[in-house]
């Protein structure tokens, strides 16, 4: 082999240098293979969930379809939430499984909501709407206008118009200055009552206020009008000392029912007070229409000087309607004999009263008839009491007794008169009517009751001074006790709890002069349902937890074994329990007593006919607490109106034992050791020498207290509740801060829940 050149020596040298650098490559590229991990797959993509529309705009009550796109799984299904709640609810909006989103009827706050598709393969991944719920809710209000007499009722229709499908209910409310004194009441569902007063300025704006959309709302003017009148009928004339029957008369129009209270005044320019002579009003707010109330003016003894008097009667309904009548008195010898009229059975007295004015000789002489002393026949003047009877033909006694005859006499009535001894030419007399026997007389005649209602009878007895009657309850069906109800020495009546059989009930008057004559009421009791009492009857507007309402009444269906009765609140069925056949109860939400004014309670039996209509009234809360300073030289205090409301818890507690929010025990509270130690004692309230001083004190209450309700301290404001907190067990825990410069003296302890129900522990505190 011949041997390399010099130059290719060289370029072996470098051939093998880059054949093992290839060698080792090689080596370590296969090691490297052999020994190192696979690299993982690169992961699944996450599950999105979107949907469609992404954004939404409906209607209250309407319809809006989302669909719901599942990618990266499988699983397409999913579950929809309205604002977090699985399915939403009706304040929210509801949605099927379908996606199928229905807005409430009510607009909710804010009127936005979130519809949520939530992945059943990833209950982390979720897509979201915003849905907006609008309103479109458009009111009418029928009459636009109206004109309502004094105490007379106005049935107002309010219409709402949507695209949408709203709550219709309507809230009634009433406003106006007049409205602070009285502007009449509106009840839940648009009847308007005007009051029975004229108010000033006469005018209510009546208000009808969309519950699904409180911002929609429509208003009409109610004029409220005075269109009675008021005739007052009088003497011209009457003698010095005599007596005279005034007469009021008010006519009422048609349908309306103002204050039936009149006011009456005597005046003259020549005298004042009982100088005038005198008024007794006999009758006051007498029923029917028209309406006649009558007074007796008694003349005084001298005429006054001019001698005429102005009699005035002003109704309270409306004070710019009163009427007057001028009387002259004149002067003179004068008769009077009293009663004017009256009527007798036979054989009974009735005493007569005479009065002689304008003489010193005040002696009469007495006839019947024109017979002195009248005789068997007319009847006879007797000495009062005398029996057998003493006649009378000439007596000074201001007093004798009239005895009617055995029979009744011709002509019928009798005059018994009396003829001043002074001057014959002067006279009274008195018509007596002589009927065979007492007549009993019962009111009401006729009616119909519920079962369990009470009612009051009255009874008259015709001819004789002896109103006393014996009461019973009699019928075919009556044989044992209670069947037929009951009815007490008053005249009061409670109806049994069932219609009896056959259902024909009298109750019977049977007078204690003589005993074989009586008069009688009919009565029937009604079988569907009724409602007799409310509980509570009125509450506080502002009532911020609800409460429970209950009916008590007859003829409802329990619930058990069912289906029982439905109680309708304010025109809207609510979930009612009927324990019985006359107990029911159902909540009242903060919503139906949020404003002032009246709200319908109605029981609805599962046969579709309904109850009566009670009302609960809301009333507007006292702006401050009234404060009654009573004093030992002062120890009454007069023309103070309290306007108090039921508990709320009436509906709850027993009959008669509402005061759940009262204070059971107090005493001081231990803050180094938490511990309370509750007694019955006024607790002291020391005053620092400067600045303030905290007491800690406990209270308990048999209902439970908490914080959420307001305590506060009677007083100027010096003595201040700075703390509360709950210690267990319907305890709490005050911290009282007392300056130095407070009033001593006991102080009470209000207490107030979020239904506004205040109680008051007089004289628990005690500042010294």
């Known amino acids: 082999m011949r041997p390399l050149s010099r130059s290719n020596r060289k370029r072996f040298r470098t051939l093998t240098i880059v054949f093992f650098a290839i060698l080792e490559s090689a080596w370590t590229w296969g090691c490297g293979a052999r020994s190192a991990t696979p690299p993982s797959p690169p992961p699944p993509p996450s599950i999105v969930v979107s949907v469609r529309p992404a954004t ?236 006649a109330d009558s007074a007796a003016y008694t003349a005084p003894g001298t005429p006054p000087s001019p001698n005429t008097v102005t009699v005035t009667v002003t109704p309270q309904a409306d004070p710019s309607k009163k009427a007057q009548a001028t009387i002259v008195i004149q002067p003179g010898v004068n008769v009077s004999v009293s009663p004017a009229t009256a009527t007798l059975a036979a054989n009974h007295r009735v005493t007569l009263n005479t009065q002689v004015n304008g003489t010193s000789n005040t002696s009469v002489n007495w006839s019947v008839n024109v017979i002195p002393g009248g005789n068997a026949t007319f009847g006879q003047i007797c000495a009062v009491g005398s029996s057998p009877c003493q006649t009378v033909t000439n007596t000074s006694a201001s007093q004798v007794d009239y005895v009617a005859p055995g029979a009744i006499p011709s002509p019928n009535p009798v005059s018994a008169t009396a003829v001043s001894a002074a001057d014959s030419t002067k006279s009274g007399s008195a018509q007596i009517t002589v009927i065979n026997h007492v007549l009993v007389s019962v009111q009401p005649g006729s009616v119909t009751l519920a079962p369990l209602a009470v009612q009051g009878f009255t009874a008259s007895v015709l001819g004789t001074s002896n109103q006393s009657v014996v009461w019973q309850v009699q019928g075919s069906a009556c044989s044992t006790a209670g069947i037929c109800g009951s009815v007490d020495t008053f005249g009061i009546y409670t109806a049994p709890p069932a219609p009896p059989a056959p259902n024909a009930i009298q109750v019977v008057a049977i007078s204690s002069d003589d005993p074989s004559q009586a008069g009688l009421a009919n009565v029937t009791i009604s079988s569907g349902a009724n409602i007799l009492t409310l509980h509570p009857s009125s509450v506080y507007a502002g009532a911020a937890q609800g409460f429970i309402v209950r009916v008590d009444g007859s003829g409802f269906a329990a619930a058990s074994p069912g289906p029982g009765s439905t109680m309708l609140i304010g025109g809207t069925a609510r979930v009612t329990a009927c324990i019985s056949a006359v107990e029911c109860t159902a909540p009242v939400t903060a919503a139906d007593v949020a404003v002032p004014g009246a709200v319908s309670i109605q029981i609805q039996n599962p046969n579709s006919t309904r109850s009566n209509v009670v009302t609960l009234i809301v009333a507007t809360p006292n702006p401050s607490d009234e404060v009654i300073a009573l004093t030992s030289s002062a120890p009454a205090a007069t023309r103070k109106d309290i306007v108090i409301v039921d508990p709320t818890t009436a509906g709850i507690s027993v009959p008669g034992i509402d005061l759940d929010l009262n204070i059971a025990a107090l005493g001081l509270f231990v803050t180094s050791t938490n511990s309370c130690t509750l007694g019955g004692n006024a607790i002291p309230l020391p005053r620092p020498a400067t600045g303030t001083s905290t007491v800690d004190i406990c209270i308990f209450a048999q209902s439970g207290l908490d914080s959420s309700m307001t305590y506060t301290v009677s007083g100027p404001g010096d003595v201040a509740v700075i703390a509360k907190q709950p210690a267990g067990l319907g305890i709490i825990h005050l911290t009282l801060q007392i300056p130095a410069t407070a009033a001593a003296g006991a102080r009470t302890l209000f207490i107030q829940n979020l239904n506004l129900d205040k109680t008051a522990a007089s004289g628990v505190l005690e500042v010294n």
């Open 56 to 291: 939404g705009t409906v209607v209250l009550g309407n319809q809006v379809t989302f669909a719901a796109t599942v990618t990266n799984t499988t699983d397409a299904t999913v579950s929809w939430s309205v604002s977090g709640v699985a399915g939403g609810n009706a304040a929210l909006g509801t949605i099927t499984t379908g996606g199928v989103y229905t807005a409430p009827m009510d607009l909710p706050s804010p009127a936005t909501v979130q519809v949520t598709a939530t992945s059943h393969a990833d209950a982390t991944k979720s897509g979201a709407s915003t849905v907006t719920i609008t309103s479109d809710i458009a009111l009418s209000l029928t009459p636009n206008y109206a004109s309502v007499e004094l105490g007379a009722a106005q049935t107002f229709q309010a219409s709402v118009t949507s695209s949408g499908h709203p709550d219709a209910a309507i809230r009634w409310s009433l406003s106006g200055p007049a409205c602070a004194s009285g502007c009449g009441t509106v009840d839940a569902s648009g009847n308007y009552t005007a009051p029975r007063i004229l108010p000033s300025p006469a005018s209510a704006t009546l208000t009808a206020q969309s519950v699904a959309d409180p911002s929609k709302q429509v208003s009409v003017v109610v004029a409220i009008t005075s269109s009675f009148s008021l005739q007052l009928s009088a003497p011209s004339s009457v003698p010095a000392g005599g007596t005279a029957t005034i007469v009021a008369t008010m006519t009422p129009v048609t349908g309306s029912n103002p204050s039936t209270v009149l006011s009456w005044a005597l005046s003259g320019p020549g005298c004042s007070a009982s100088s005038c002579g005198t008024l007794t009003v006999v009758t006051t707010q007498s029923a029917g229409s028209p309406i």
